[in-house]
């Protein structure tokens, strides 16, 4: 098959991907957004985040072979970006269990992971929990004894009260500056779970502060290669970041625009003050030039560019941050109403400042990439 | 002194041209004019340390419990904090001794606000709105109505049932459009009070009235003739319980969850001659000013003292939410130091302090254009002044009557909306509106620095830096959206004396 026939199969499988996506939210997510957001004190949309497993969507970085998609970045990015136009709670667990997985995929490099793939192949087994909001030079991370018994706390464990599995980070006993990647069975004896952690945004992708005392866990890949397996689950789950933040900020845009075309002051459409088009117009370039960035990353990534980590990292940080501010002018553009639960606006507004911190806080990535861009320029 | 010399008229020449000293430094020519500058300060430092203390006692025990109650349940009401207030004398606090309140100057409220602020907006909104319906009742300048609802204030703090009062102008179709007369002719207005006999007969709705529910006056604006609102206002005291009035529907919000935001909902209902603070039709007679003009005036007068006080608000957030991010990056370790060495850290943390600084700097500069040219200039009159700070409450009680006199709300008024200068207007609401828009972006910034410095831990309710994310965003929105003061500016303080200009 020639380049561009290759292509043409994967842009229409990208299309699929998209509709699917787009499908799943209009009918699972949008009518219940505020119901679904107000958990822990409402119920947890457990029905949704089942069907999402029918669906494929926790497979799609994980090989074919063991029940996956094996469809890559460009995949999770779309399905990302279209539910996040509509609840970015659940692109949020799609993204947590993506970042566990990918840990195990760079472990696989260096080891045989089928036991590990063959365990999470059983049913409902995924989504896996992950601490996808911290960056493991921020972390509280737990010590591990030779035996491989993990001891001490993770904070807001993401997905920690509703899986089966979750991959963590702990320091060797032996050797208290190597880290290594393990997966545990949370429903093993010695492990304690705080209440679903209240916070900011994506409240349906609830996270918990676990407390582990020799809880048996098994060694993922290398032992000391924690770092290593973290960094370039980074890179990867960078691009996933960016489409969250984006689908977002569409999604806050999209509400921006029709709202300020159907609301009158002064005797006109709002959309027709000029100050209120500058502040669409603004949205829109971020989203324009969010949108091509992204799909830029994807491609260098999948047509293996070498520079695409140092790419995919600072769109991931720029997008976020574009985000950021562009949800606040969001819930601006509605006003009061804009305040309100009963519009999508302020739930994007909260949903984009906690995606912002996903894969670790933003300044430390943001000095992380340019140590990796001095390292290289030497 | 150096060598050169000005002489009068060039010293003249070259201080009217822009910008004036008393366009741009509000400050210097309070302390000019102002009596007994001292006497302001120990005012100002008196309600600092006062909400402070209010702030250990009262709110930060409760404040994130309040928040998490009212997600539970939006029909949460914090009447322990609102009782509280009542029994610290917070709700007489800023009235004027003469109306039975405890005389403290007006500029001393907005660092008392943006104390409380900095630890919970909302509560802060809880405790201070009032001042919002009650600036507004004292723009109408109706004496008789100033001293007969303040003196029931007083009675409330005296009783331990809270007489609070809140400000409904709002409406479901109108919100930027009821704030500038420029826009109200064309916007779409549907509270109607009808002039029936003996009173007003109003139908309607108003919207998003913070402590609407928790309230027992609300000073209701409204409009006789639906196509000509401008020129027809009408501003009304509704108590509780009058008939055809009742609240509607709490609104569900992102943050100051504290601060309930009410439906008020009037059917036929009837307001009495006497509890019309202001009507158009008065306004017309023997006037200078058009009444569009006094009405400008009126809603000038309200939103500049207000306006600053969101500002306040705004440096509050923007403080607690730079305090928080301080206290957390003491004992955070990132890869292996503490946060608050790492010199991009003390960057960012040196940024917030400044933005909180820079607020406060700039809101204070309102507070003293509105000691100069607003609703509280009067007080700072010489005689006033002195009388409201030396004479016993007791004496003003005595003497209270005298406001029942129709004479002296005329007289009132003619000095503060028939005789009030343009160039006053200008300043006051041109630098309320700054403050207003430059304080609560800057609320902004601080607390999405917070949460920056603080990664998903800035996140956490229980950690408590992202409420001042939620608690701000409302900041920038009510007093007229920050796109309106940015106009409001513009027209007041650059487009003046632009005959080409024009706004809206
Ligand atoms: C929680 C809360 C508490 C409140 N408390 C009170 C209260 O106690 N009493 C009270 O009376 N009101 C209160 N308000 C109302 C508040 O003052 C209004 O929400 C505000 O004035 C904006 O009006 P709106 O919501 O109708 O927005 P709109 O006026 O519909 O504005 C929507 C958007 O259009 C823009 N826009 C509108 N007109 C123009 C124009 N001419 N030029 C450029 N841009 C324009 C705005 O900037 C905004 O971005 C409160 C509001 C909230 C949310």
Redesign the pocket.
């Known amino acids: 098959m020639n380049i561009q026939a290759t292509a043409q199969i994967f842009t229409e499988e990208l299309q699929a991907i998209s509709d699917m996506a787009k499908n799943f939210a209009s009918k699972e997510l949008v009518a219940k957004r505020e119901e679904n957001d107000h958990y822990p004190f409402g119920e947890l949309f457990t029905e949704t985040i089942k069907n999402a497993s029918d669906v494929g969507f926790y497979g799609v970085n994980l090989p074919a072979e063991y029940g996956g998609t094996g469809m890559g970045y460009s995949a999770l990015s779309s399905i990302l970006e279209n539910l996040s136009m509509a609840d970015a709670s659940m692109a949020g667990i799609i993204f947590t269990n993506a970042a566990a997985i990918e840990i195990i995929n760079q472990a696989s490099r260096d080891t045989d992971c089928s036991a590990l793939y063959n365990m999470l192949s059983a049913k409902e087994a995924l989504p896996i929990a992950f601490s996808s909001f911290t960056g493991i030079g921020e972390m509280e991370i737990p010590g591990a004894s030779e035996k491989g018994e993990i001891t001490g706390r993770i904070n807001f464990l993401c997905l920690g009260g509703i899986s089966r599995y979750a991959v963590l980070p702990a320091r060797e006993s032996t050797h208290g500056a190597r880290i290594s990647y393990y997966i545990l069975d949370l429903d093993k004896h010695g492990i304690k779970k705080s209440e679903p952690v209240y916070s900011l945004g994506l409240h349906a992708c609830p996270g918990v502060d676990v407390f582990l005392e020799k809880v048996p866990a098994i060694l993922i890949g290398l032992s000391g290669k924690g770092i290593k397996y973290f960094q370039s689950m980074q890179s990867h789950l960078s691009l996933g970041a960016a489409a969250l933040s984006l689908g977002i900020l569409k999604g806050s845009f999209m509400e921006a625009l029709q709202y ?1 075309k159907d ?1 009158f ?2 005797g006109r459409q ?1 959309i027709n ?1 000029s ?2 088009r500058m502040i669409l117009a603004n949205m829109a370039i971020e989203i324009q030039a969010g949108q091509s960035c992204l799909a830029a990353a994807c491609n260098e990534l999948e047509n293996g560019v070498t520079e695409w980590e140092k790419t995919a990292c600072a769109i991931a940080i720029h997008v976020a941050e574009m985000a950021c501010r562009a949800t606040v002018d969001g819930v ?6 804009g ?1 309100m639960k009963d519009y999508g606006q302020e739930k994007r507004m909260r949903d984009a400042h906690q995606a912002q911190c996903l894969l670790g806080m933003a300044p430390v990535r943001k000095m992380e990439l340019i140590d990796l861009i001095i390292k290289e320029s030497q | 002194m150096g060598e050169i010399r000005l002489t009068r008229k060039e010293k003249e020449k070259y201080l009217s041209h822009d910008p004036k000293i008393t366009d741009v430094i509000n400050s210097l020519v309070t302390h000019y004019k102002l009596p007994k500058s001292k006497a302001l300060y120990k005012q100002i430092d008196t309600a600092i340390a006062l909400a402070r203390k209010f702030n250990e006692e009262v709110v930060k025990p409760v404040y994130k419990q309040i928040d998490l109650n009212v997600t539970q349940d939006n029909e949460y009401l914090c009447w322990d904090v609102i009782n509280k207030a009542n029994e610290w004398g917070f709700n007489t606090l800023f009235i004027p001794k003469m109306f039975g309140g405890q005389g403290m100057n007006l500029i001393a409220m907005y660092p008392f606000v943006e104390e409380i602020a900095s630890v919970c907006v909302g509560l802060a909104n809880v405790v201070c ?1 009032h001042y ?1 319906g009650f600036a507004t009742l004292c723009a109408s300048w109706n004496l008789k109505l100033m001293n007969e609802i303040s003196r029931e204030v007083k009675r409330g703090e005296k009783t331990g049932n809270p007489c609070l009062i ?5 409406e479901p179709g ?4 009821v ?1 500038e007369t420029m ?1 109200i002719d064309r916007g779409r207005i549907e509270t109607i009070g009808q002039k029936v006999e003996g009173g007003y007969s109003v139908n309607g709705s ?1 919207i ?4 609407g529910h928790v309230s027992t006056w609300h000073i209701l604006i409204c409009y006789t003739n639906k196509n000509k609102p401008s020129g027809t206002t009408v501003m009304l005291a509704v108590k509780n319980g009058m008939k055809g009035f009742r609240f509607g529907h709490r ?1 569900k ?1 992102m943050g ?1 969850k504290a601060c309930v ?1 009410s439906e008020l909902i009037f059917e036929n209902c009837f307001v009495p001659d006497k509890y019309v603070c202001m009507q158009w039709s008065d306004l017309s007679e023997r006037s200078s000013k058009s009444v569009v003009e006094v009405i400008q005036t009126v809603i000038d007068n309200v939103v500049s003292s207000t306006r600053a006080g969101v500002a306040a608000f705004a440096v509050g957030a923007a403080r607690g939410a730079y305090e928080t991010a301080l206290a957390y990056s003491r004992k955070k370790i990132v890869n292996g130091i503490p946060l608050i060495n790492h010199q991009w850290a003390q960057s960012m943390l040196a940024e917030m302090y400044k933005n909180v600084n820079m607020g406060r700097a700039a809101y204070m500069e309102s507070a003293y254009a509105n000691a100069m040219h607003g609703l509280a200039k009067t007080l700072s009159v010489r005689p006033i002044f002195y009388a409201d700070m030396l004479v016993p409450s007791w004496c003003f009680t005595m003497i209270s009557p005298i406001f029942n006199l129709k004479i002296m709300t005329w007289l009132f008024r003619l000095l503060n909306f028939y005789r009030y200068p343009q160039e006053s207007a200008e300043i006051q609401s041109g630098w309320a509106s700054l403050t207003k828009f430059g304080c609560t972006d800057l609320g902004i910034i601080n607390t999405q620095k917070a949460i920056q410095l603080m990664g998903i831990d800035g996140c956490r309710h229980d950690i408590g830096a992202e409420k001042y994310l939620r608690d701000a965003k ?1 900041l920038q ?5 920050n ?2 003061n940015r ?1 409001n500016l513009f027209k007041n303080l650059v487009g003046r004396s632009m005959p080409e200009v024009k706004v ?1």
């Open positions: 300020t609301r002051q002064g709002i003050w100050e209120v601006q553009l509605l006003g009061g109403n305040y | 709105v919002l809140s400000l409904a102008i709002t109108a919100g930027t459009d704030e826009l108003k998003f009235i913070s402590n609104e919000k100051q935001a409302l929105i009510y007093e007229g959206t796109q309106l106009i809206f």
